[in-house]
C-alpha cells in the first residue's frame, strides 16, 4: 500500500468517526419520536413496519409484512 493510499485510508476513517456520534444522536432521536400523519397513512397504506390500519403501531409485523419489507429494502438497496 502506497503512502497516499494509508492516508486516504486513515483520512476516511478519521471523517467516518467524527459523523458517527452526530448521525447517531440524530437517529435516537428520530426513532424515539412519534409518526407524523403522513407517516402513518404511508405506513398503513403498504402494510409496513408494525403499523396497523388506525395508524397506531403494534408490537411485531406478521410473516407478509416482514416479507415485503425485506423485498423493498433489497430493491432500494440495488437501485
Known amino acids: 500500500m502506497t503512502s497516499s493510499a494509508f492516508i486516504q485510508v ?4 478519521a471523517v467516518l468517526f467524527m459523523l ?3 448521525l447517531a444522536g440524530f437517529m435516537v432521536k428520530r ?3 412519534p409518526l407524523s400523519a403522513n407517516e402513518q397513512r404511508w405506513f398503513s397504506r403498504f402494510g409496513m413496519l408494525g403499523v396497523d390500519n388506525h395508524g397506531k403501531l ?4 406478521n410473516w ?3 416479507a415485503i419489507a425485506i423485498l423493498l429494502f433489497n430493491i432500494i438497496g440495488l437501485v
Open 31 to 33: 426513532m424515539q419520536a
Open 58 to 61: 403494534s408490537d411485531e409485523m
Open 20 to 22: 458517527a456520534y452526530p
Open 10 to 13: 486513515l483520512l476516511y476513517l
Open 64 to 66: 407478509k409484512q416482514y
